[in-house]
């Protein structure tokens, strides 16, 4: 997807996301990448929102895709499986017997690293114009449980060499990412009303030392909000 199309797109999903999300921000920058992270609460059950999770072509935006439809989308949800897009022959040709035509093709958006249903998916891929920097986007799709359905979570880490400007890109990815999961949220009934405290922003990821552990992958969102700030009125605006 080129570019100026790109950032273009972001008008139409920007509105879903301010709909959608509990919160978003670029929570994390510096020259040679960035940390963006979303959050929703849906109705849906964490066995829901996998079972949706897995058919990105009901959810993803065709406003972000290389075919212009997400009907041409699929994915694959085991380790080593691809999150990718059919691009169909634009001259409609088909070979014989009705299969598809030579001028088919096709574009790995991302390929799974961590598949633990109802709980985390982690994505390894570089979206959109990133795709032809020499750059490492890794997404992680956290899910847990809660007493009105499922509370949801994007981090979308991008680090690397780019020929982009960080501080250009990283807003409008931020809002790409945003509106994929304003999508999910809304192929899953739509997005409920943020609890009273997670409305605030995300705070930066915590810096870390030859001293210091990561947390587990399967440490979940722990109340979805739980490394929020404290109050909504410090929260950037989007």
């Given at each position: 997807m080129h570019l100026r199309k790109y950032l273009t797109a972001l008008a139409v999903p920007a509105a879903v996301i301010s709909a959608?999300?509990?919160?978003?921000k670029v929570i994390d920058q510096s020259e040679i990448g960035f940390t963006v992270a979303h959050t929703a609460q849906v109705a849906a059950s964490p066995e829901d929102v996998w079972t949706m999770l897995r058919m990105p072509q009901k959810w993803w935006s065709s406003e972000h895709s290389w075919s212009g439809d997400a009907a041409n989308f699929w994915l694959?949800?085991?380790?080593?499986?691809?999150?990718?897009?059919?691009?169909?022959?634009?001259?409609?040709?088909?070979?014989?017997?009705?299969?598809?035509?030579?001028?088919?093709?096709?574009?790995?958006?991302?390929?799974?690293?961590?598949?633990?249903?109802?709980?985390?998916?982690?994505?390894?891929?570089?979206?959109?114009?990133?795709?032809?920097?020499?750059?490492?986007?890794?997404?992680?799709?956290?899910?847990?449980?809660?007493?009105?359905?499922?509370a949801l979570r994007f981090d979308y880490v991008v680090g690397g060499y780019m020929r982009f400007k960080v501080a250009d890109i990283a807003p409008a990815v931020d809002k790409v990412i945003g509106a994929q999961l304003g999508g999910l949220a809304e192929a899953l009934g739509g997005a409920l009303p943020p609890a009273r405290d997670e409305k605030a922003a995300p705070e930066p990821a915590p810096k870390r030392d030859a001293d210091t552990k990561p947390a587990p992958d399967d440490a979940g969102l722990d109340t979805v909000a739980a490394d929020l700030a404290k109050d909504e009125e410090t929260a950037t605006p989007e």
């Open positions: 959608s999300a509990a919160h978003a694959d949800s085991q380790a080593g499986g691809c999150f990718c897009e059919k691009l169909p022959d634009p001259t409609g040709a088909t070979r014989p017997g009705g299969g598809p035509g030579p001028g088919m093709g096709s574009v790995q958006h991302a390929r799974i690293l961590f598949a633990r249903p109802n709980e985390m998916m982690r994505l390894s891929g570089a979206f959109g114009p990133l795709q032809g920097e020499a750059l490492t986007g890794t997404l992680t799709i956290q899910i847990k449980k809660t007493p009105t359905g499922s």
